[in-house]
Every structure is written in structure tokens, then in C-alpha cells.
């Protein structure tokens, strides 16, 4: 378990990213002329497609380094997807976390240590006039935690290709244990989602997407403990959370012949009966220099207020207490650039990129304290990803 929440928020979004390629923007991008979406943000020229086409045959190697907080995070990261007929493609990933942790959970409370976490992934894509069906299934290991989850998604294109229209829902089945103890409890996810994306003019589109989360069983961390006038006791979860996001995406075209350029901003908003409220805005602007490299730059701001049970040190007994800075008031601040370079063809048949990423974060914590100094605590990280991508 990452005990840091810079570390496991960039960590999930990672794998994301790695498992889930956003598809239906791609396809809808098509017909604005917008390219990849985030991915690439390149500008195109092609007509509007009037059918799903399955994803590319691709293969992707990654690696990966995160430092912040007193905690360490590297590793190698994988994906293969191929079609196997002319309406199905199936996918496969392989990520791996090398994780030694010294965060201010653990030095004030325990001792450092370090740990392995791998995830393997299957999926399948299927494709039948303007849907797609994709089902993909997900098993991560790690000394004191296993997870697995399945997910179904479709999705379908109405109005002439102008709106894609998508469903999905997950199921995740956790076993949860310590160092110490082995495990010892379970834990039980549910997601559903519902997207809209719209091609709004011929140079913009947009798109909103809603999802609705649902977790019981043991939601805590081992590891951690709360402040109770002034004394260490073992934090205290509800059993059961329910949360909510709405994420709203615009990506444009505003570049013309060799200047290609797209802008891009999002908007998330995330609420649980946890009382807690986290508002997150992204803005990125990615141009091509030349017919070979494309260049990204991105900042993102996020801002989160505290659970109804968090306290930095409690002074009255309650059902549920926890110190969890990840549960506090707090704010992040990232930029970061992309840099991706078309190596062109290799051996006639693999139409290879590189790629490499950076992001600085920086954590401000607003009424989480370091025990050892009494004062507010913050802490930068960076991040850095490195890949190489090949379609065939």
C-alpha cells in the first residue's frame, strides 16, 4: 500500500492511461480534425468517419519514476493489442510498481520499507456498425493487498458519427491485509459511467462524463493512525462510501497548415457522502514542430476539502477518526511537458514513436501538520514517464 497521496493518485492515473486509450475521442476526432485527443492533439485532415473501426494494432513499452513525499516509485509497464478478426481485437498489460517508502505516514509511525506490486490485464474490443464493446478484466498483487476487477464498456455513435453516446460499469473484488496480520478483511467496488461526446463545429468538440462509485468492506489503511488529544490510536472508516464525479472536457483545433496546434481544457468535480468536495481544472496546449516532433504543455490545479471524520488531532471521542492527509484540506498545483517524435517506419510495418514526459507537483496541506516539526506540511515530486510506441 502507498501511504503518499501524490504517489497513488499519479499511480492510478497512470494505469489508466496505459489500459484505457481514449477511443471513441480518437474516433470522433476523426471527423473534427482533432487527432487523439489528449494523446496527441494533432490536427487532421481526414473526412468524417461514418463507423467504428477497431483500435490499432500497437505494442508499448513504458517506464516510469515518481519521487515525492519520501516515497519512491519505478518500474516498467507494457501493452499489446492485435486484431484477431475483422470486428475483434484483444489487449493485454503488464505494469509493475518497485515502491520504497519513507512518507511522512511511515517515519512518524513506523518504519520504512519497501515493496513490489505487479497488475496483469486482458481485454477485448468489438466492433458492429457504430458500436463498440469492450470487456477487459484487471488482477494486481502485492504483498498486503490483492485486487480484481472486471469492466464492460459500449459505446455508440448516433447522429451521422456527430455524437458518441457510451455506457460502462465495473465490478472490483479486493483482499485486504497488513505486514503483520496477512490479510484480513475485503473490500468491494462498484463503478458505473455515462459519457457524451459531441462534435460541436467543425474545429471543437466536447464531451461530459459522469460516473457513480460505490465501495463497502474495510476502506482504511493498516497503517496509519489518528491523533486523539495528542495520543496515537488506530484510525476508524465507514464501512461504506458512495461517490460521484462529473468530468467536462472541450478540445480544439487552432492552427492552420504547418502550424497545426490544439487546445484543450478540463473541468472534474467530485463529491462523496463523506463530505468530501475536490474541484480539479486542467488546461494543455500541443502544437507540431515540423513533420516529425509534437510538443505538449499542461498545468493542472486541484483543490480538495476534508472529510467529515478527518482531524489533525481530535479532541473529543467519535465513532470514525483518521489523520489520512489524503482525507484533509489540501491543494496541488502540476505543469508539465510532452515531447513525442515519429521515428517513421521501421522494416516497412511498424510506424514506431518515442516519447517522454515530466511533471513537477507540488502538495500543500492546510490543516495536516508534521508531528516532527508542528508545522504545516507540503511536499514536491516529480514525475517522469518514458515510452516507445509501435503500430503495425
Avoid: C
Avoid at 505516514?105 to 466492433?127: C, F, H, I, N
Amino acid at each position: 500500500m502507498v501511504a503518499t497521496s501524490g504517489s497513488s493518485i499519479w499511480m492510478r492515473r497512470l494505469r489508466r492511461a496505459l489500459a484505457r486509450r481514449p477511443h471513441h475521442l480518437m474516433r470522433a476526432g476523426r471527423a473534427l480534425g482533432v487527432v487523439g485527443g489528449v494523446m496527441a492533439a494533432g490536427v487532421s485532415t481526414v473526412g468524417t468517419a461514418y463507423a467504428i473501426d477497431l483500435p490499432e494494432d500497437r505494442a508499448d513499452a513504458m517506464y516510469h519514476f515518481y519521487d515525492g513525499g519520501g516515497t519512491r516509485a519505478d518500474g516498467p509497464a507494457l501493452l499489446i493489442r492485435k486484431k484477431v478478426a475483422d470486428r475483434l481485437s484483444i489487449s493485454g498489460s503488464y505494469f509493475i510498481d518497485s515502491v520504497s517508502n519513507a512518507s511522512i505516514d511511515v517515519v512518524t509511525t513506523a518504519s520504512p520499507y519497501k515493496e513490489k506490486r505487479t497488475e496483469y490485464s486482458l481485454g477485448a474490443d468489438y466492433v458492429y456498425r457504430d458500436a463498440q464493446v469492450s470487456l477487459s478484466g484487471t488482477t494486481s498483487d502485492e504483498p498486503d493487498y490483492k485486487a480484481n476487477s472486471v469492466s464492460l464498456d459500449v459505446s455508440q455513435e448516433v447522429f451521422g458519427g456527430m455524437t458518441t453516446i457510451s455506457l460502462g460499469a465495473s465490478r472490483g473484488a479486493d483482499h485486504v491485509g497488513s505486514r503483520y496480520e496477512g490479510m484480513f478483511d475485503r473490500a468491494q467496488h462498484w463503478r458505473y459511467r455515462f459519457g457524451v461526446t459531441q462534435i460541436l463545429t467543425p474545429r471543437w468538440l466536447m464531451s461530459a462524463n459522469l460516473e457513480a462509485i460505490s465501495d463497502n468492506g474495510y476502506l482504511g489503511n493498516p497503517y496509519r493512525v489518528a491523533q486523539v488529544f495528542g495520543t496515537l490510536v488506530q484510525e476508524r472508516y465507514p464501512r461504506t462510501r458512495s461517490s460521484r464525479a462529473l468530468k467536462l472536457r472541450a478540445v480544439g483545433d487552432i492552427g492552420q497548415g504547418e502550424q497545426r496546434a490544439a487546445l484543450r481544457a478540463e473541468y472534474r468535480y467530485f463529491w462523496d457522502n463523506w463530505e468530501i468536495k475536490a474541484h480539479t481544472l486542467e488546461v494543455g496546449y500541443t502544437r507540431y514542430f515540423g513533420a516529425e516532433w509534437l510538443g505538449e504543455a499542461f498545468v493542472r490545479y486541484n483543490t480538495q476539502k476534508q472529510a467529515l471524520f478527518y482531524s489533525d488531532n481530535a479532541q473529543s471521542e467519535t465513532l470514525y477518526v483518521s489523520r489520512n492527509k489524503q482525507l484533509s484540506d489540501f491543494n496541488d498545483v502540476g505543469i508539465g511537458a510532452k515531447a513525442t517524435y515519429s521515428a517513421g517506419k521501421i522494416a516497412d510495418k511498424f510506424d514506431v514513436k518515442w516519447n517522454a514526459q515530466y511533471q513537477f507537483m507540488r502538495f500543500r496541506y492546510k490543516n495536516f501538520t508534521d508531528i516532527r516539526t508542528h508545522g504545516l506540511y507540503s511536499f514536491d515530486a516529480n514525475i517522469l514517464e518514458l515510452f516507445v510506441s509501435a503500430t503495425f
